[in-house]
């Protein structure tokens, strides 16, 4: 008996020892080859795809002990998976996703099928659900290569999202790789942040050229190594926000410049900081300026004959910034501070009566009306408000806008 104790016991050791042998499918980090950041754009042959991948080389290379340096590589195939195989031949480690912070589209690839060209990063296990997608006017690939030095084309992407997006929470980015696709598999519309990027003088230098490097052939598809060079730095004026691409399910179907987009944010119920100006508040004709501090909108959804109606509420807490008045009026009365109230309500009352009006008409409802009418009437919808776009198109937006300007201070 005490024998089959003993045997029993070992046995029992055996296996809690297999437990211990580690990840068996670990790679070891320097092995590993940690892609920072990729640019998708069309490549010069019918059915191919240009993808350039900037990778962050060890510290012991750079030049600066501690200061990241990048290493770019641009393959063309037809397919994401077949570049990601290209660049593994072309590299000693194994690429390796789960610090990719920004995917970069040129602006006809990501009218052309921005979705298809995303689905392989979505499917990946290693790549963040927060990653960053953006648009960029020209070619992705540009400004891959001209991103800063210290911080790479991830950081500089996230940065310029998150100065704009003033809350900057990742559970709020409109641009999130989760975002999209969760959008896209309830068949609601989204949009991508479009970047207007100017190239600077300094990179048509000696960095360019060292982008090219040596260039081989591999299934069809050319590949180029380089390493970032200081002629290829990127100021703050080369990368500002243009507006957005907007996409109703999978298909590109027109554009918001940035007014447009601050105004969604305000129907989004997330804008704070947007400046209004007015050439004309509480009857006096001067060029004003009102930064929106707080903002709070109500939607109702509710069954009309044949069609929805959303009854919207919008509150808004506004700031008197600057008044360029050549009449020597007193600003800080009682009066003014009503009728200016009254002259911001109307603004903003007709400015997001026209962004609604224009999603409308593109049948892209960006805002998010249909989550709101499958939530609330779903019914009703699954049987009169397929497909959404139809009905979006017939929908009613009764609005109500309440500005409020807070009192104090006083303007010179």
């Known amino acids: 008996m005490r024998k089959v104790k003993r045997l029993l016991a070992a046995c029992l050791l055996a296996a809690s020892a297999l437990c211990l042998s580690g990840c068996w499918d670990m790679v070891e980090i320097n092995d590993r080859l940690c892609i920072r950041g990729v640019g998708i754009d069309v490549g010069g042959q019918e059915g191919?795809?240009?993808?350039?991948?900037?990778?962050?080389?060890?510290?012991?290379?750079?030049?600066?002990?501690?200061?990241?340096?990048?290493?770019?590589?641009?393959?063309?195939?037809?397919?994401?998976s077949e570049a990601v195989d290209l660049?593994?031949?072309?590299?000693?480690?194994?690429?390796?996703?789960?610090h990719l912070s920004a995917i970069v589209l040129g602006e006809e690839t990501a009218k052309r099928a921005a979705v298809y060209v995303l689905d392989y990063f979505y499917r990946v296990p290693?790549?963040?659900?927060n990653c960053e997608v953006v648009a960029v006017n020209g070619l992705a690939k540009d400004l891959i290569a001209s991103s800063v030095m210290d911080g790479g084309v991830g950081e500089y992407v996230e940065n310029m999202i998150k100065t704009h997006d003033n809350r900057g929470h990742f559970s709020e980015q409109p641009s999130a790789m989760s975002r999209i696709f969760v959008k896209d598999a309830n068949d609601?519309?989204?949009?991508?942040?479009?970047?207007n990027y100017q190239k600077p003088e300094e990179d048509t230098g000696a960095g360019q050229e060292d982008q090219q490097g040596q260039q081989d052939n591999a299934g069809g598809a050319s590949s180029g190594t380089g390493s970032q060079g200081e002629g290829q730095t990127a100021?703050?004026?080369?990368?500002?926000?243009?507006?957005?691409?907007?996409?109703?399910?999978?298909?590109?179907?027109?554009?918001?410049?940035?007014?447009?987009?601050d105004l969604l944010h305000v129907m989004q119920d997330r804008q704070?900081?947007?400046?209004?100006?007015?050439?004309?508040?509480?009857?006096?004709?001067?060029?004003?300026s009102f930064r929106i501090d707080e903002s709070e909108v109500d939607i109702q959804c509710q069954v009309k004959e044949d069609h929805f109606v959303f009854p919207i509420q919008v509150k808004v807490e506004c700031l008197?910034?600057?008044?360029?008045?050549?009449?020597?009026?007193?600003l800080s009365t009682e009066e003014f501070y009503t009728g200016a109230e009254q002259s911001l309500e109307k603004a903003l009352n007709d400015q997001l009566q026209a962004l609604?009006?224009?999603?409308?008409?593109m049948g892209a409802d960006v805002i998010g009306f249909s989550r709101l009418a499958r939530q609330t009437h779903y019914q009703w919808y699954q049987n009169q408000g397929r497909p959404w776009s139809t009905a979006f198109r017939a929908a009613e937006f009764p609005m109500t806008v309440k500005v409020t300007l807070k009192r104090g201070g006083h303007v010179q």
């Open 126 to 129: 290693q790549v963040r659900r």
């Open 188 to 195: 609601e519309a989204f949009y991508l942040p479009m970047l």
């Open 356 to 361: 609604i009006l224009e999603t409308q008409r």
């Open 87 to 98: 660049l593994a031949t072309n590299v000693e480690q194994k690429p390796h996703f789960e």
């Open 320 to 330: 008197l910034i600057e008044a360029w008045d050549g009449t020597g009026r007193e």
């Open 235 to 261: 100021d703050a004026d080369s990368l500002q926000l243009a507006g957005a691409l907007l996409f109703d399910e999978r298909r590109f179907v027109g554009t918001l410049n940035t007014a447009q987009l």
């Open 48 to 80: 191919m795809i240009s993808v350039t991948f900037q990778m962050l080389l060890p510290y012991e290379t750079s030049d600066i002990q501690g200061t990241p340096m990048y290493q770019n590589i641009t393959v063309e195939a037809a397919t994401i």
């Open 272 to 288: 704070k900081g947007m400046v209004l100006t007015l050439e004309e508040a509480a009857g006096i004709r001067a060029r004003f």
